[in-house]
C-alpha cells in the first residue's frame, strides 16, 4: 500500500491532530481509499484498438449536451433522485458527497463548499438557467434551499472547469439540478401517481410530496405539492435548540410536448416559499459572545418562483441539435431584524427579477463533438427599508439594503470543441467572452455608479485511456467572477457581528485552475482519485474599516484586496467485497491559504476539515439493502481571521467528529419504498465547520413512497 502510495507522488500531510480519538480510523481511511485508487490506475492494460463503448453508460449534461461520463474530463459528481426525495432540502442532499462539503448557517438552509469556494464563487443552475442573481451572496446563502427535491430528478456538481460553457461564477465549480420533466410512451392517455410521507425525530419534521403525471407520448404533464414542517432541532447535548423551526412549501406545474420524433417542447413553473423561518446563529450567544447579536431575525418571507419555457430541436439547421431556453425567476428576500436589546424593529423587502435567454447548437462529429452558443441574462433589484420605534409605533423610510432599482446585465458567446486524437487520447477546449453592465442608483450611502466589464474564460481538458477500464484526466481552466448587487451596493448586517457599508468601485476576480487524476470501473469496482490546485486573484473580501455603529458592530467593506492559493485531494472508492456486500468510501482534503495585499499569509477563509464518509452496504435480496455507514470530519483549527472574528467558529477551532448510522431501504412490491434510517446513533455533540448552529443528535427518520 505505502509504494503505490509513493509511486503517486503522495504524502501524507502531517496536519491532523493525533490526539483526536478518530484519528486512527480518519487515516486509514484516507490511505486505503488513495491506495486502492492508486493501485487500480497503475495497472495498465497494453494498448488496444479505440472500442467506442463507454466506461460509464450514466448521461450527464455538464458540458451543456447530453454525453456518457468517460466523454467528460471535468470532475463531476453526480446525486441521484433517491438520494434527494427523502431530503428536507434540496441542499440536504449535497452532504457527504465527492468534492462537496455542507455548510448550514441555520435550518431551513444549506449551502455547498466545493474546492474551498462557496456562494456566489459557485455558479447555481437549475434547469440551464442560472439561480445566482444579482444579490447571491459571496458566503454561504439559502436561495439553492427554495428549490423544492420533491420534483429534481437528479443533480450534477461540476468541480472546476470547464469555465468556457458557464462563465461568471464558475469558479469553483458548477451545482447543477435537473427536475424530472413528464414523459410517457405509449400513444394511449396514462397517469401515474406518487405520494412520498416523511418523519423524523431530531427536528420533529413532517414531509410531504405529491405528485401527478398523466399524457401519452405526444403531450404530458405533472403537477405536484411539497410541504415540511420541522419543530425545534435536538441536538447531541438532549437540549432543543429555540427558535429553529420553519415551514416549507412548494408547488410545480410542467408540461411537455413531442408532436414528432425530433422536437420537444417544455414549460415550467416553480414555487417554493419559507414563510417565517429564524435566523439561529443572532438569536442565541455564539462563540465569545455573552449575549446574542439580535432580539429578532427572521427570514419572512423567502421565496422563488421560475418560468422556464425550453424548445429543443434535433438534426436542424447545420445538422446540428437547436436548444433554445428562456426564464424568469423572481427570488423575494424579505427580512425581519432587531438588534439585541434595541427597541427598533427593521422590516426589509428585497426582490431579484431576472431575465435569461440561451441559445446552443451541438452535433456529433466522427471523433467528437463541437457546440457553440451564446446567453442573455438581465437581474433588476428592488429593496425598501422600514425602521419601526416600538417605543412610540412610529415607522419610518430608511436606506435600503441594496440600492432600489440596481441592476445587472450579461451577455456572452462560447464555444466547445471535444476531439478524439488517435486510440488513446480525448482532448476538449473551449472559449467564452462576456461582457457584464452593472448600475447603481445613487442612495444616502453611496453615489451612482456603473461598471463595464468584458473578459474572457478558457479551459482545456485531456482524456488519456489507461486501458479499458481506467483513465487519467486533466483540466486547466481560466474563470473570472464579476462583482454583483450585493458585493458593490449592501448596506447593513452581516453575520460575525458586523456591519456592511457600500463599495461601488470593485472589480473582476480572476481563478486559474488545475486538477489531474485517475478514474475508472469495471462489474467489481469503480474509482475516482482527483488532485487539484487553484489560484485566486483580486478576490473580494471583507475588511474591517476600524469603525464601528453605535450598537457595537464592526464597520467592513468589500474590497479587491486577497488573493488565494486552495489545493486539495476528491478521492472515492466502491468495492465488491464479497456476493451482496460493497465498500464504499468518500474523503475530501482541502488545504488553502490566502494574503490580503500588504499582508501576511494566513489560512484561508471558511476552508473544510478532512472529511468523508465510509458505507457497507449489503443487499441480501432485491428488495432489501441495509447500510451502516459513518460519516466524519477531523478539527479545523487553521483559521483565517475572518473566521477568528465569526462567532459561528469556537476561537479554538472546530472540533473533529465521526457519527455512526444505519440506514435500510425495503421495496415489497413495485408501488411501495420504505426506507429508514437511524442518524447519529451514538448522540455525538458537533458542528459542522462555520455552520451556525450543532447538527440533529440521535435521529429516526421513516419515510413511505407510494407509486401507481
Keep these: 500500500m505505502l509504494r503505490s502510495l509513493a509511486r503517486c507522488g503522495f504524502d501524507w500531510p502531517a496536519v491532523y491532530s493525533k490526539s483526536h480519538p478518530s484519528y486512527c480510523l480518519i487515516r486509514y481511511a484516507v490511505m486505503a481509499v488513495l491506495a486502492l485508487s492508486c493501485v487500480i490506475s497503475l495497472r495498465v492494460a497494453p494498448a488496444q484498438a479505440y472500442e467506442p463503448t463507454a466506461i460509464e453508460e450514466i448521461q450527464v449534461t455538464a458540458t451543456r449536451r447530453l454525453t456518457e461520463v468517460s466523454n467528460v474530463s471535468a470532475a463531476l459528481t453526480l446525486i441521484a433522485s433517491d438520494e434527494i426525495h427523502g431530503a428536507k432540502l434540496t441542499t440536504d442532499a449535497l452532504a457527504a458527497q465527492i468534492g462537496v462539503y455542507l455548510q448550514q448557517t441555520t435550518p431551513g438552509q444549506g449551502a455547498a463548499i466545493i474546492r474551498g469556494l462557496k456562494g456566489s464563487e459557485i455558479l447555481h443552475i437549475v434547469d440551464g438557467m442560472r439561480l445566482n442573481n444579482a444579490i447571491f451572496r459571496n458566503a454561504p446563502t439559502q436561495y439553492l434551499a427554495l428549490v423544492s427535491p420533491g420534483t429534481v430528478d437528479r443533480i450534477e456538481v461540476l468541480r472546476g472547469a470547464p469555465a468556457s460553457l458557464y462563465g461568471s461564477d464558475a469558479v469553483g465549480g458548477v451545482v447543477q439540478v435537473l427536475s424530472r420533466v413528464p414523459r410517457f410512451d405509449g400513444s394511449e392517455a396514462e397517469y401515474r401517481r406518487s405520494v412520498t410521507l416523511s418523519l423524523d425525530t431530531a427536528e420533529i419534521g413532517r414531509l410531504m410530496h405529491a405528485t401527478l403525471d398523466a399524457g401519452n407520448r405526444s403531450l404530458a404533464g405533472l403537477i405536484s405539492i411539497d410541504y415540511l414542517e420541522t419543530g425545534n432541532r435536538r441536538t447531541g447535548s438532549g437540549e432543543r435548540i429555540d427558535p429553529t423551526g420553519y415551514e416549507s412549501k412548494g408547488a410545480r406545474i410542467a408540461v411537455s410536448s413531442t408532436p414528432d420524433d425530433g422536437r420537444s417542447w417544455l414549460f415550467d413553473f416553480q414555487y417554493t416559499k419559507q414563510p417565517d423561518t429564524p435566523r439561529i446563529d443572532e438569536l442565541v450567544p455564539g462563540f465569545g459572545q455573552t449575549q446574542p447579536s439580535s432580539s429578532e431575525f427572521r427570514f419572512a418571507p423567502n421565496e422563488r418562483l421560475f418560468a422556464h419555457l425550453r424548445y429543443r430541436r434535433p ?15 423572481r427570488i423575494v428576500d424579505d427580512r425581519i431584524t432587531r438588534n439585541f436589546g434595541s427597541a427598533i424593529r427593521r422590516r426589509e423587502s428585497n426582490r431579484s427579477d431576472l431575465f435569461g435567454l440561451t441559445l446552443s447548437a451541438s452535433r456529433e462529429t466522427g471523433q467528437g463533438s463541437w457546440i457553440i452558443g451564446g446567453d442573455v441574462y438581465y437581474d433588476r433589484v428592488a429593496s425598501q427599508r422600514v425602521e419601526e ?75 488519456f485511456e489507461l486501458s479499458d477500464q481506467a483513465q487519467f484526466v486533466a483540466n486547466i481552466a481560466h474563470g473570472f467572477r464579476a462583482p454583483n448587487i450585493f458585493d458593490m451596493g449592501t448596506l447593513g448586517e452581516r453575520p460575525g457581528n458586523r456591519f456592511n457599508i457600500p463599495n461601488p468601485a470593485l472589480d473582476t476576480e480572476h481563478v486559474t485552475q488545475f486538477d489531474a487524476g485517475v478514474r475508472g470501473h469495471n462489474d467489481r469496482w469503480s474509482s475516482e482519485l482527483i488532485f487539484f490546485w487553484l489560484h485566486y486573484r483580486d478576490r473580494i473580501t471583507s475588511v474591517l474599516t476600524g469603525a464601528m455603529t453605535a450598537d457595537g458592530r464592526d464597520i467592513v467593506q468589500s474590497q479587491n484586496l486577497a488573493e488565494a492559493d486552495i489545493r486539495g485531494i476528491e478521492a472515492a472508492g466502491s468495492f465488491t467485497l464479497m456476493k451482496n456486500l460493497r465498500l464504499d468510501a468518500i474523503v475530501n482534503f482541502t488545504r488553502g491559504e490566502e494574503k ?113
Excluded at 441592476?407 to 457584464?436: D, K, M, T, W
Design 315 to 329: 438534426d436542424g439547421l447545420w445538422s446540428a441539435d437547436w436548444s433554445f431556453d428562456i426564464g424568469w425567476q
Design 389 to 463: 420605534d416600538l417605543t412610540s409605533g412610529q415607522a419610518s423610510t430608511v436606506q435600503s439594503r441594496f440600492p432600489d432599482d440596481s441592476s445587472i446585465g450579461q451577455a456572452a458567446i462560447y464555444a466547445n470543441l471535444q476531439q478524439r486524437i488517435g486510440e488513446r487520447q480525448h482532448f476538449s477546449g473551449g472559449l467564452r467572452l462576456s461582457a457584464v453592465d452593472i448600475d447603481l442608483p445613487q442612495t444616502t450611502a453611496s453615489t451612482a455608479a456603473s461598471l463595464s466589464l468584458v473578459d474572457i474564460s478558457a479551459d482545456i481538458g485531456w482524456i
Design 596 to 708: 490580503v495585499s500588504g499582508g501576511t499569509v494566513v489560512p484561508a477563509d471558511r476552508i473544510p476539515p478532512l472529511n468523508g464518509r465510509v458505507g457497507l452496504p449489503y443487499e441480501p435480496n432485491e428488495a432489501l439493502t441495509i447500510e451502516p455507514y459513518v460519516v466524519f470530519a477531523d478539527s479545523q483549527t487553521r483559521l483565517s481571521p475572518r473566521d477568528i472574528r465569526d462567532v459561528r467558529i469556537d476561537l479554538a477551532g472546530t472540533a473533529g467528529w465521526m457519527t455512526a448510522n444505519l440506514r435500510a431501504s425495503w421495496l415489497p412490491n413495485e408501488k411501495l419504498h420504505v426506507t429508514v434510517s437511524l442518524e447519529n446513533l451514538l448522540d455525538k455533540q458537533y458542528r459542522h465547520h462555520g455552520s451556525g448552529i450543532d447538527a440533529v443528535g440521535r435521529n429516526f427518520t421513516v419515510s413511505f413512497q407510494v407509486q401507481w
